[in-house]
């Protein structure tokens, strides 16, 4: 079991943030994504949608036998919130680590959350911040143009387009005087550089995909699902779209190769094994 492969989803490329930063913690996992790229956006579907996407999504990644499964997705972890109860592996989403270490990083106890409209709507950052500190001022944004932006390849900080996005939502925010930042939605590091130019050195960015990668690794400690192999990993990719957008994306983001590990399926039609 140790051997097989983690599972990881999201709507698209956004979950390449949580795969860049689990192969920098585990090495020689094995890894099995998927980017439900035909239904990008998930962040504005309701939440009837959202549930049958994820649970269809998971159905895909049990059917390679993976040993967990981690929804890299700011969406599915807000609405899908019992899809935890409905799998045979360990599952984590992005909400709990993520809002664990903004309520470590504020100083100043302002935090502001960013993520799609779903999320935002589901209040699922806000909630868990105050439940670990009821003392903390809460912001919310939803962002919905960054993963039309991410899912097109403009994520060039220097791009006027992604700029003027970047400061249109983040304004008031940057007035309400913040010092931290949550990410809320996968796909927003892969603009991070555009966001901390405007925000600046005092404000902390907190990137879901790279604390979910952490805490994922720590679970697989704790269940000791670790592999134990010395060998690299292997990434397999798929997606339900094209795969030359997600392969000139993803290869920009992930500063490695990812051509002949792409492959195109039907989530529709994942049947569990
Ligand atoms: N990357 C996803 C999230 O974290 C979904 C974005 C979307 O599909 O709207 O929310």
């Given at each position: 079991?140790?051997?097989?492969?983690?599972?990881?989803?999201?709507?698209?490329?956004?979950?390449?943030?949580?795969?860049?930063?689990?192969?920098?913690?585990?090495?020689h996992?094995?890894?099995?994504?998927?980017?439900?790229?035909?239904?990008?956006?998930y962040?504005?579907?309701?939440?009837?949608?959202?549930?049958?996407?994820?649970?269809?999504?998971?159905?895909?990644?049990?059917?390679?036998?993976?040993?967990?499964?981690?929804?890299?997705?700011?969406?599915?972890?807000?609405?899908?919130?019992?899809?935890?109860?409905?799998?045979?592996?360990?599952y984590?989403?992005?909400?709990?680590?993520?809002?664990?270490?903004?309520?470590?990083?504020?100083r100043?106890?302002?935090?502001?959350?960013?993520?799609?409209?779903?999320?935002?709507?589901?209040?699922?950052?806000?909630?868990?911040?105050?439940?670990?500190?009821?003392?903390?001022?809460?912001?919310?944004?939803?962002?919905?143009?960054?993963?039309?932006?991410?899912?097109?390849?403009?994520?060039s900080?220097?791009?006027?387009?992604?700029?003027?996005?970047?400061?249109?939502?983040?304004?008031?925010?940057?007035q309400?005087?913040?010092?931290?930042?949550?990410?809320?939605?996968?796909?927003?590091?892969?603009?991070?550089?555009?966001?901390?130019?405007?925000?600046?050195?005092?404000?902390?960015?907190?990137?879901?995909?790279?604390?979910?990668?952490?805490?994922?690794?720590?679970?697989?400690?704790?269940?000791?699902?670790?592999?134990?192999?010395?060998?690299?990993?292997?990434?397999?990719?798929?997606?339900?779209?094209?795969?030359?957008?997600?392969?000139?994306?993803?290869?920009?983001?992930?500063?490695?190769?990812?051509?002949?590990?792409?492959?195109?399926?039907?989530?529709?039609?994942?049947?569990?094994?």
């Amino acid at each position: 079991m140790s051997e097989n492969a983690i599972g990881i989803f999201d709507s698209g490329l956004g979950g390449l943030t949580a795969v860049k930063e689990l192969i920098k913690v585990l090495p020689h996992e094995n890894i099995v994504y998927f980017g439900d790229t035909a239904r990008v956006p998930y962040g504005n579907k309701s939440k009837k949608t959202i549930i049958r996407y994820a649970q269809q999504d998971a159905s895909f990644l049990l059917s390679k036998g993976v040993k967990m499964i981690i929804a890299a997705c700011g969406t599915v972890s807000s609405v899908a919130v019992n899809l935890r109860n409905e799998l045979p592996v360990p599952y984590t989403g992005v909400v709990l680590p993520t809002a664990r270490a903004a309520v470590n990083a504020t100083r100043i106890g302002r935090i502001g959350v960013i993520g799609t409209s779903a999320t935002v709507n589901s209040g699922s950052y806000k909630n868990e911040i105050l439940r670990l500190n009821p003392e903390l001022t809460v912001f919310q944004q939803d962002c919905p143009l960054f993963v039309s932006l991410v899912e097109n390849s403009f994520i060039s900080p220097e791009d006027p387009i992604v700029r003027l996005t970047v400061e249109r939502y983040l304004a008031p925010m940057k007035q309400e005087g913040i010092d931290t930042l949550i990410l809320g939605c996968t796909h927003f590091p892969i603009i991070a550089r555009a966001i901390a130019d405007y925000l600046g050195d005092q404000v902390t960015l907190i990137d879901s995909g790279r604390e979910t990668a952490l805490y994922a690794a720590a679970l697989l400690q704790a269940d000791k699902l670790l592999n134990n192999s010395t060998e690299a990993g292997q990434c397999r990719y798929y997606v339900s779209d094209t795969v030359e957008d997600f392969r000139r994306t993803a290869e920009i983001f992930l500063g490695t190769t990812v051509g002949s590990v792409v492959s195109h399926i039907n989530p529709e039609q994942a049947m569990v094994h």
